[in-house]
């Protein structure tokens, strides 16, 4: 019965501390926030300015046209291209539609002008798609103008965007932000709390006590899974209730999926603490080596498929990515347990080694 | 000034002392480099299409070979049936589907339209929406051709090209190089977690060990006391910084527009911001893991905030005004500016001003909190 003192003196000790606790369960829903209503992938409104050689109507029918559309708001009317540089660099301006002299009249009589767009390419996406968003208005602004294009033989293209019709952002974020915050507090968090018992010394007062090293590890443990799995309860909750994150699968698989990763993450967080007996090389270690990983390498943000092939390979390595592939099959694709065991096979093999080599190490620091 | 000396002599003693700092200090941040410039990719690349080419005509060949040729797409099951598709959609062995229907050529002939469909897997709004615009583009050049051809035939009535041509240019990054982006965005990443995790940290050890008492019972004062122990760290961020760009140069082929002194000047700055955010987190927690969750917290919202990832532009108008107050934020737009576009003194003044105003109110509250007792 003494572990369960052993894990309530812990629980004391993480309840005890407001400050900690506050950030535990604030940091899941601010970022939750964040993904749902800030960050975002499409574009939004960007200032574009007109050099306008022509000053005709047709000049300022494109431009009113362009300043009509929901992605563009024209900010300046320049005389030279060599301006633009200017505002650009400014960050004034983002695109630029230069108009030639005479432009309506060429357009009228020898049945076709130039265009020319410039974009502010630092950023290279951002730049294409504003480029394409201004293409696809002057050409239906061109249509509007009675100049007929090519006839006939017409593609229509039918896009169907599959588990995700409306391309929300938050569907892919909820589950990378789960794999984020759970590895936070189940590896980060117990990775500290055992080197900081190492560290002030209270780890060897409790080696000597009757509690078997394993106990010790359990107790030290246990809390964090029940506070991580709150916290996943939490998030899932959040996105399908606020964001309508579909939960298309079997919940209870997905909770079963999320235990999983909880104690994967839990066996690198001792993992660590064994490696290390200073708190700001735990946390060091944990944020370099798991959390860095976990947002970078995962899938979570960037895409994995773009990546040169070492950097894909290294993703495999790390428990994120399975984790988030499993949530995304179940939640969005309603996947059963077929499409995921193979997954969850990985996830159940990284427990096992990382648990292996801790207990390993842990013995050897016990004989010093 | 002596005393201020020692401190900070004392500080770099035991930072360098620490076997298990001096790695973190000097490596983690080229890793880190490497592993981001390489890794935060957004460019669209090897994507796996399924065609499902149920016309078999020469015109839906053509258009596989023309998929095949453009360099974004990699084919991975050209099948006649869509179920097969699906099914590579649902075990994420191809990304799209393109689906050509029975008849296509003829039919398109026939009717001058035809209808083309694609499946897109949009777990990943960002991808799917990027897959559909080159896929679409791809589709509009095919068209453009196959129409030029079936005009010139002389059974079609005459049509002559007309309309707007618009020729794009995409300055300060002709390439389109993603890594040009996004490196020096890094870099503000790696300066602002020296910065602000190493002296809050560093501040509440001697804390939680008790070494603060003993140090509060000397005759030292307050402000050469915070000077002693910010200022190594200072150092030692702008010296990462410089080692960042040095990498960033050798390894990703960095350019360098503009003028370097005005993003050391304003790395100056920023550091004292970091650092005294630390002091100010380091004023209000009594251990070192209260004090990282802390620091984390906040570096996690400054950097989604910060434009790093994701556009500005493209966030609700609450979200940008919030911007305003982000030092991250200020610094990453900075040091794009300059580095790409070569923007000068006077293009950045009121990043400048920002961020002394930011140096300015957090030192000054965290000098305010500071008690020196026991």
């Not at chain 1, 061109?142 to 017409?154: K, R």
């Not at chain 1, 409790?206 to 030290?220: A, D, H, M, Y």
Request: charged share 15%; glycine share 6%; hydrophobic share 50%.
């Amino acid at each position: 019965m003494t572990i369960f003192h052993f894990i309530k003196k812990e629980c004391f000790h993480i309840l005890r501390d407001k400050r900690t606790l506050l950030i535990l369960f604030g940091m899941p829903v601010i970022m939750i926030v964040l993904f749902g209503y800030a960050i975002r992938n499409d574009l939004g409104s960007s200032k574009l300015v007109i050099v306008d050689n022509a000053h005709d109507t047709y000049s300022q029918q494109l431009t009113d046209r362009l300043d009509a559309s929901k992605y563009f708001e024209v900010s300046y009317q320049l005389n030279t291209i060599e301006q633009i540089d200017q505002v650009f660099r400014k960050e004034k301006a983002s695109i630029a539609l230069v108009i030639p002299s005479q432009f309506g009249h060429t357009l009228m009589h020898a049945g076709s002008a130039q265009l020319l767009l410039i974009a502010d390419g630092s950023d290279p996406n951002t730049a294409t798609s504003r480029i394409q968003y201004a293409q696809a208005i002057i050409q239906s602004c061109q249509q509007d103008m009675q100049v007929a294009g090519p006839q006939g033989l017409h593609i229509h293209t039918d896009i169907r965007m599959l588990y995700n019709p409306e391309l929300k952002s938050v569907y892919g974020f909820i589950p990378g932000l789960m794999a984020l915050i759970l590895m936070l507090i189940s590896a980060m968090m117990t990775a500290i709390t055992i080197t900081k018992e190492k560290e002030t010394g209270t780890m060897e007062l409790l080696l000597v006590s009757p509690l078997k090293p394993v106990l010790i590890i359990t107790g030290k443990i246990v809390p964090y899974i029940l506070l991580s799995f709150i916290n996943a309860l939490l998030i899932l909750g959040f996105g399908h209730f606020l964001f309508d994150v579909p939960i298309l699968g079997n919940t209870a698989l997905l909770l079963l999926e999320s235990i999983i990763f909880i104690l994967t993450a839990l066996s690198l967080g001792i993992l660590i603490s064994t490696l290390t007996s200073s708190q700001q090389t735990a946390m060091m270690i944990s944020l370099g080596g798991l959390l860095m990983p976990t947002v970078l390498l995962s899938g979570f943000i960037f895409p994995l498929s773009s990546m040169p092939w070492p950097l894909r390979w290294i993703a495999n390595l790390i428990p994120a990515k399975w984790f988030i592939l499993i949530l995304k099959d179940i939640m969005l694709k309603g996947s059963g347990w077929r499409q995921v065991w193979e997954e969850t096979l990985i996830l159940l093999v990284m427990t096992t080694l990382f648990t292996g080599l801790s207990i390993q190490k842990f013995k050897i620091r016990l004989d010093k | 000034m002596r005393i201020i000396k020692f401190i900070i002599q004392k500080e770099f003693l035991q930072i360098f002392r620490n076997k298990g700092m001096l790695p973190i200090i000097i490596i983690l941040p080229i890793i880190q480099l490497l592993v981001l410039g390489f890794a935060a990719d957004y460019e669209i690349k090897n994507i796996t299409v399924d065609v499902v080419d149920r016309d078999h005509s020469s015109w839906s060949n053509r258009l596989t070979g023309k998929l095949k040729a453009s360099g974004y797409f990699l084919i991975n099951n050209y099948t006649p049936s869509s179920s097969t598709a699906l099914r590579d959609l649902e075990s994420r062995q191809a990304d799209l589907a393109l689906v050509i229907p029975p008849h296509f050529e003829r039919d398109l002939v026939r009717n001058q339209g035809q209808k083309i469909q694609l499946l897109i897997n949009a777990i990943t709004g960002i991808k799917a929406g990027v897959a559909a615009g080159y896929l679409q583009q791809i589709l509009s050049e095919f068209n453009k051709e196959i129409q030029i051809e079936w005009l010139s035939q002389p059974t079609a009535s005459p049509t002559r090209a007309v309309g707007i041509n618009t020729t794009t240019a995409y300055w300060y990054n002709p390439y389109q190089d993603y890594k040009q982006f996004m490196v020096p965005g890094i870099l503000v990443v790696l300066v602002t977690m020296i910065g602000a995790f190493l002296s809050a940290m560093n501040i509440v050890r001697e804390k939680e060990i008790g070494t603060m008492e003993q140090l509060n019972v000397t005759p030292i004062k307050k402000l050469h006391f915070i000077i002693g122990k910010l200022l190594p760290f200072w150092i030692i961020g702008l010296m990462e910084l410089t080692l960042g760009l040095l990498l960033a140069w050798w390894i990703f082929d960095l350019t360098f527009a503009g003028n370097l002194l005005i993003i050391f000047m304003f790395a100056a700055i920023y550091l004292l911001v970091m650092l005294g955010m630390g002091l100010l987190i380091s004023t209000k927690t009594d251990t070192q893991q209260q004090a990282m969750f802390i620091t984390w917290f906040f570096i996690v919202i400054f950097l989604l905030l910060s434009g790093l990832f994701t556009p500005i532009d493209s966030m609700p108008g609450w979200a940008k005004s919030i911007t305003l107050f982000n030092p991250v934020g200020w610094f990453i737009k900075v040091i794009r500016m300059v580095l790409l576009k070569n923007s000068t003194w006077s293009d950045v003044q009121t990043a400048f001003y920002a961020i002394t105003a930011f140096a300015i109110a957090v030192n000054g509250i965290a000098l305010l909190l500071y008690k020196k007792r026991i």
